[in-house]
């Protein structure tokens, strides 16, 4: 194995494979979760080659080790005798039961980052093709009328689309449950029966004259249902998912063996989606919108001040690993808005990091930290900036806090022109193409964003040739 010195290093340092309840990964990092971590030991594991920083951060022991982290858990989990769909080493009672020690809050970024980090990849590669698409017709290459068009747009769009179906999967899997009941639970919520019952008339309407009005279009035993359209949806999914991995387990321990292969699916499913189309989609949907809606209030106050805030914070809040839950909020803004004005203010981070770290690559005589700098500009432009952060500016604080000024004032730019993410995807030059408007194409947002993200770039070499130039990394020659 091409890593098998690192792996058993790590895995070693972590306290041993015995010590690891359960591991996956995310775009740089190692996630673990471990039985005791105070059996881990960090400066072992920050000396490995390779490993370029350890957090604790969200109830998770993380080892980063960058853009080739996909290939290293492969091995990982060949190493400890794992399936990559299966990557943990103890059930769930146990690991519910060692849960019930950590903080809440870690817990809750745990579970979010456990639903999401599975489908990111698709779902920042779907967001590129659809950011292509409206660069495509904006320029007039490519008219939307055309079968290329329709077939690419359906290639980019069909993730989104479905993706109650694959968050079904993943929300089950962590939740304890049995992922394919998970993925029923997001079909039926995605059923196309759906859309044609919310074309027709309604039999009546509910809370009429209210911010609670709600058509209906069908009852279930004579209860009135408030049907709402799921498709691209995130959080009803996740909710009903939930209640089923309880119910599983109840009906698991109560069924005769003979019929838990039927019985338990039939049961789980019919009583957990009712439960779901009934009280919790309509519910959740509801508190959804009022999210939405609350964090664009909050913008038309300050747009700026706002900008500024996310811009600054954002790679502060990635160290920590608390990011996952503005994920959340921006795949929801998404859905229930058609675009998101809050996580696009980071756009700029990306070229805050690399302008730092460009500056000390030229200054610093240090080839160890010389030989990191080159690879992490690159990656942070094409917007992963784990290597720049954890392989350079971590190492040297100044750098990191000149950065993440510079990129705050990317925010405020990017706040004050009104810029929008209208797909989800990623950082760096790609991100520019998640602010095209796909309907009215280039607009003076668009130029903002780069704007903003060329302001950040040349500020934060500015800041760091001048405040920053005395705290480059050792000037002697290693």
């Excluded at 039927?262 to 959740?284: D, N």
């Amino acid at each position: 194995m091409k890593y098998e010195k690192m792996i058993q290093e790590v895995i070693a340092g972590v306290g041993g494979a015995e010590n690891i309840t359960s591991v996956y990964h995310c775009v740089t990092r190692l996630r673990f979760h471990l039985k005791d971590e105070g059996k881990a030991n960090d400066d072992a594991i920050k000396n490995i080659e390779g490993v370029l920083s350890v957090i604790k951060a969200g109830g998770q022991y993380q080892v980063v080790v960058g853009q080739k982290v996909g290939e290293v858990y492969k091995e990982l989990i060949s190493f400890l005798g794992l399936e990559e769909q299966d990557s943990n080493l103890i059930d769930a009672s146990e690991m519910k039961a060692g849960m019930k020690e950590k903080k809440v809050k870690s817990s809750l970024f745990d579970l979010i980052s456990g639903i999401f980090t599975p489908i990111l990849g698709i779902m920042v590669g779907s967001g590129v093709i659809k950011g292509v698409l409206a660069l495509l017709t904006a320029t007039g290459i490519l008219a939307s009328t055309s079968g290329t068009y329709q077939i690419l747009y359906m290639i980019g769009d069909g993730f989104f689309t479905f993706m109650p179906i694959l968050l079904g999967y993943t929300a089950m899997k962590k939740f304890g449950g049995t992922p394919f009941i998970g993925l029923a639970i997001g079909c039926a919520l995605v059923y196309p029966s759906i859309t044609t019952i919310l074309a027709g008339e309604p039999l009546y309407t509910l809370f009429s004259g209210t911010i609670l009005e709600s058509p209906v279009y069908i009852t279930f035993l004579g209860i009135p249902v408030i049907l709402k359209s799921y498709t691209s949806t995130v959080f009803p999914v996740v909710v009903i998912c939930y209640l089923a991995s309880k119910l599983e387990k109840f009906f698991n321990k109560r069924i005769n063996d003979m019929f838990k292969m039927f019985a338990v699916p039939a049961l789980t499913l019919t009583f957990s989606l009712v439960a779901g189309f009934l009280v919790i989609g309509p519910f959740v949907s509801i508190v959804s919108d009022l999210l939405g809606a609350a964090i664009s209030a909050l913008y038309s106050v300050s747009a700026v001040a706002c900008g500024f805030l996310y811009g600054s914070l954002i790679q502060l809040c990635v160290v920590f690993g608390v990011h996952w839950g503005f994920v959340a909020i921006s795949i929801n803004n998404l859905s229930t808005m058609g675009y998101d004005p809050v996580t696009i203010a980071g756009l700029s981070s990306a070229f805050g990091q690399a302008g730092v770290v460009l500056v000390i690559l030229l200054k610093t005589r240090n080839q160890k930290i010389k030989s990191v700098c080159a690879p992490a500009i690159l990656s942070a432009m094409l917007g992963i900036t784990e290597p720049a952060i954890y392989g350079v500016t971590l190492q040297n604080k100044m750098s990191f806090i000149l950065a993440s000024i510079a990129s705050g004032l990317g925010g405020a730019i990017i706040g004050m022109g009104g810029v929008k993410q209208y797909f989800y995807g990623t950082n760096g030059i790609f991100g520019w193409l998640q602010v095209i408007n796909p309907n009215t194409g280039f607009d003076s947002s668009v130029a903002a964003s780069i704007i903003a993200c060329v302001v950040s770039f040349v500020v934060s070499i500015l800041l760091m040739a001048t405040i920053g130039k005395n705290s480059i990394p050792d000037l002697k020659k290693v």
